[in-house]
């Protein structure tokens, strides 16, 4: 039978289809946290090397500074009373229930002010309580809309909660109030890599690179944008011009060009080189990975994806691809939880949302599979494997003329790609 279960390999998104989102940017890790507890790409990892490159990527000390600059404007504060005092020295000593505590009581009384407001936000989110971080953030951008610091905070905050879209949108706006903010700059930089909007990373990215081609962070960033956009050429001589030949750096980069050119046994030899060469260095575990997959290491493949997730959680194709191997492999229970990240760190992802549809069907959820795999078809209908799927969803549900409509589709699709191998 044509729509019996076969073997799904989709990682990246259909030949020619595109996202019903465009990525509208990403956000930052918080200013409070340093680089080693959370540094998801390289440049965070180069500026934790050396002070000169603090500013990228929030990678600032673990005391944390945007707090410090707010708090010292409490003297500014009007008639800001004992309890807007009590409130900062509890604050900046590390009392930082006492310092919400006393925050709200003082905007019980002064509910207009936004340095109280904001000062609130900064400690709830220090504590991890970022969904109320976030409410003040946004009451405080409410009373003073263009100011930029609260803004870069709420992008911190959506960042922590791993919204990247949402912090994007903010580092958008921080941007076009504050255009020499470098911090904004880098940070929605790093969250359009991980959003996959690499057209915009390049624009963003170009100009200041030009202007300063020294800048290692920024090549960085640049060079992986260019490549997976499919500016090979354009990747490798920036890659070229400020990585040592042979370095882990440039190792990552050139595996990664390889990967894209689809010279997958290329790929492996140098990712190899450069998991040897510096097996912490980020993104490494998940390209080697990839290159692993794509050369018939499935069991490989997994481990490295693994590793990678164990340095950041929050890595899309690592997620996606682990997710997307255990299912294969029957192991749609583990699958689940890694698919579902993956979606949920991008939304518009039609590879995510199909695997996820996939294991959603296995697993018997078959309204939710609908929902899911539905919305592929729609947008990529000449997508096989999503054909085959739904195929098989709608005979479970008892709808057999849409699944024989499916079935249909298989068949056209199928003999159409059999001609293009005969030409």
Known sequence: MVCAR?????????????NSTAAAGSASRHTSTSCTQRAPNFACRLASRRDSWLPYAGCLPRASILLLVIL????????????????????????????????????????????????????????????????????????????????????????KQTDFEKAAAELVEVRRLDRANKQALYLLADCWLRLGNYSGDVSLLKPVFDANP????????????????????????????????????????????ALEAHDNRKAL???????????GLPEVWSLYGRAQMENDDAAGAMDSFRRALRADPNDFDANLSLGALLRQSGGRDEAAPFLERALRLRPSSLSARFQMGAVELELGHLEQARADLERVAAESPDFQPVHVQLALLYYRLGRTQDGQREREIVLRLDEQERRKQDR
């Open 214 to 257: 020294e800048d290692k962070a920024v090549a960085y960033v640049l060079g992986t944008a260019m490549i997976r956009e499919g500016k090979i050429e354009d990747g490798e001589n920036v890659v070229n011009r400020i990585f040592t030949s042979g370095s882990p750096e440039a190792n990552l980069m050139l595996g990664a060009a």
């Open 6 to 18: 076969r073997p799904i390999t989709l990682i990246r998104p259909p030949a020619g289809a595109t």
């Open 269 to 279: 030899e140098i990712l190899h080189k450069a998991v040897a060469q510096s097996p």
């Open 72 to 159: 010292a404007a409490s003297a500014q504060v009007p008639d800001a009373g004992e309890t807007y005092k009590e409130a900062a020295k509890l604050a900046a000593g590390g009392d930082l229930q006492g310092a919400v505590a006393k925050y709200r009581e003082f905007l019980a009384l002064h509910p207009e002010s936004v340095e109280a407001r904001t000062n609130l936000g900064v400690a709830l989110a220090a504590l991890g309580r970022y969904g109320e971080a976030i409410d003040n953030y946004q009451a405080a951008i409410r009373l003073a809309p263009r100011n930029p610091a609260i803004r870069l905070n709420l992008a911190l905050a959506w960042y």
